[in-house]
């Protein structure tokens, strides 16, 4: 594929839509529609080379034994499911920052250690380029409401048990239910 021109469709207030203008082996001219967080999207240098915009946490009780996980209201699917802790990273702060304050806001909870940081990847390369840096460690305190208005998240300290339980009966975000699965085999 080679990238001929990339063209902004709309700007929203924290995605724009693009329609990306490629043209295949053949010579076959193929529009693809993305989202972006970056509101100024113009090379191919640009799909891949941006900021990464958020933190995901997989997180762990001291024991080792639970892991947590938030059933959380989510707008775009208009239901209830399982996900890691997770949001935006703001400006101006690290990694780290940003993965204390989200953990603070969503659950309450203390990050206490932070035990790995893995390479950034994608959320949903089928139709975005939004980079996620997973926070792996632990975390204490007592899981407290969000302190959004905006999102409806109820955090809970789960067992291998339990979990195994809700990966046959609820929905889960992708990326959750696959560490989720491994975890239980462990």
């Known amino acids: 594929m080679e990238l001929e021109f990339i063209e902004k469709i709309h700007s929203g207030k924290f995605i724009s839509r693009y329609n990306l203008h490629y043209k295949t082996v053949s010579g076959k001219p193929i529009v693809y529609e993305i989202i972006s967080r970056n509101a100024?999207?113009?090379?191919q240098t640009d799909l891949h080379e941006g900021k990464n915009n958020a933190v995901v946490l997989i997180l762990h009780d001291k024991s080792g034994e639970k892991i947590l996980l938030n059933r959380e209201f989510r707008m775009a699917v208009g239901e209830w499911i399982y996900n890691f802790p997770a949001g935006l990273i703001d400006p101006g702060e690290t990694i780290e920052q940003a993965a204390a304050r989200e953990l603070r806001e969503e659950t309450g909870l203390t990050l206490e250690v932070i035990s790995d940081i893995w390479k950034e990847s994608y959320s949903a390369i089928g139709f975005g380029n939004e980079k996620n840096v997973v926070v792996e460690g632990i975390a204490s305190g007592k899981i407290l409401p969000s302190d959004s208005e905006n999102e409806e998240i109820e955090a809970r300290w789960f067992s291998k048990e339990e979990i195994?339980?809700?990966?046959?009966?609820?929905?889960?975000?992708?990326r959750t239910q696959s560490y989720c699965v491994l975890w239980c085999k462990k």
């Open 164 to 174: 195994q339980v809700l990966l046959k009966k609820e929905r889960f975000a992708a």
């Open 40 to 43: 100024n999207l113009q090379t």
